[in-house]
């Protein structure tokens, strides 16, 4: 199977004001542009088969700063959390509502007023990348790399699924504005390449050059016993 980049969209004015956006028409701030033109030239390494991203404004400016050229699919599967009546509040304030607890210590049980269930964010979110990686190893080969950008919660289910966690666990992963996380998808099980990368060379990502006359392999689900030697 490919491998997916999920790409956090860059800093919001929301972010920096300490306030929780959730589906509002939130835009990046001066500091989530740099973040995003930054990630744009590392992602200048490797070649992208296919761009998908969340249909939310914040996401479409990073991808217009940091892959101009690309032509992304909007995804509704990768849609920011429905955080319902909590849209738009201080987190200062969120923090002492009765749900916010069970958010930190039992998300899979956190039901949003008015919005969406976490536990129905994640599989949501989960099938939307699943799919499209399947899409995308049928049309492009097993060693494509393609680009999913979203937002923090959403990453953090994504990986807690490659993880074979439970969702009650998704806190304890951080993904940064503008960071990649990277994760090759195998018949088997997934693994999970980079988290939170905020600054590290994308080279070892790219897919090896094909050879016309050989089919190229599957991605082996065997883990590597001792850790193995890198990409």
């Given amino acids: 199977m490919a491998t997916v980049l999920l790409l956090r969209h860059g800093r919001t004015t929301a972010n920096a004001d300490g306030g929780l956006a959730g589906r509002r028409p939130v835009e990046l701030d001066d500091t989530g542009r740099a973040q995003a033109a930054a990630v744009g030239e590392r ?25 101009p050229a690309a032509e992304p699919h909007a995804e509704d599967g990768l849609i920011e959390c429905g955080y319902g009546e909590w849209e738009g509040q201080p987190l200062k304030k969120l923090a002492k509502d009765p749900l916010w607890p069970v958010v930190q210590q039992h998300p899979s049980a956190a039901v949003f007023p008015g919005g969406e269930a976490m536990a129905d964010m994640a599989a949501r979110a989960v099938a939307a ?75 070892g990502l790219v897919p090896p050059k094909r050879r016309r006359a050989r089919r190229p392999k599957a991605a082996s689900s065997d883990a590597a016993v001792g850790g193995g030697g890198g990409r």
């Fill in 43 to 67: 992602l200048k390494a490797v070649p992208l088969a296919a761009v998908v991203t969340s249909p939310l404004i914040r996401c479409r400016q990073t991808l217009d700063i940091a892959l």
């Fill in 129 to 203: 990348v699943r799919s499209w990686d399947a899409r995308v190893t049928a049309e492009h080969g097993p060693h494509a790399v393609w680009l999913a950008c979203s937002h923090g919660d959403v990453i953090k289910a994504i990986v807690a699924d490659a993880l074979g966690v439970h969702l009650d666990l998704f806190q304890r992963i951080v993904a940064d504005p503008a960071s990649l996380t990277a994760i090759s998808y195998t018949p088997t099980r997934p693994f999970l390449l980079r988290l939170n990368d905020t600054g590290g060379d994308l080279a």
